[in-house]
């Protein structure tokens, strides 16, 4: 069986930091550009950060770059959000994907094949 499992979503302060884990089961990530999305409630899901597999290339959103490292460990079949400097417009359900390309394009959900459950992550004093 297919499957993302994304983990490490919780309840933090503001200014701290997550790392969330996407981990990959029944096929391989080496091949697949891989995202991060969140959705907030009430609004739509945005893409976050990807990662290529072609070349290793990242990028993010603008209201996270700086603050969110993404990273993957192909010994592993892993893809890692690192979140630091967490505000609390961060809440939201992330999920990750994986894309039919090698290479991050953008975040148009219809190019992604797989997809995680997702998992909350709440930034709240």
């Known amino acids: 069986q297919l499957q993302l499992v994304e983990s490490g979503g919780g309840l933090v302060q503001p200014g701290g930091s997550l790392r969330l884990s996407c981990a990959a089961s029944?096929?391989?990530?080496?091949?697949?550009?891989m995202s991060w999305f969140r959705q907030a409630p009430g609004r739509e899901r945005e893409g976050v950060s990807c990662?290529?597999?072609?070349?290793?290339?990242?990028n993010y959103a603008d209201s996270v770059k700086g603050r969110f490292t993404i990273s993957r460990d192909n010994d592993k079949n892993t893809v890692i959000l690192q979140m630091n400097s967490l505000k609390p417009e961060d809440t939201a359900v992330y999920y990750c994907?994986?894309?039919?390309?090698?290479?991050?394009?953008?975040?148009?959900?219809?190019?992604?094949?797989?997809w995680g459950q997702g998992t909350q992550v709440t930034v709240s004093s």
């Open positions: 990662i290529s597999s072609s070349d290793g290339s990242t």
């Open positions: 029944g096929f391989t990530l080496d091949y697949y550009a």
């Open positions: 994907a994986a894309s039919i390309f090698d290479y991050c394009y953008d975040y148009d959900r219809d190019e992604y094949d797989y």
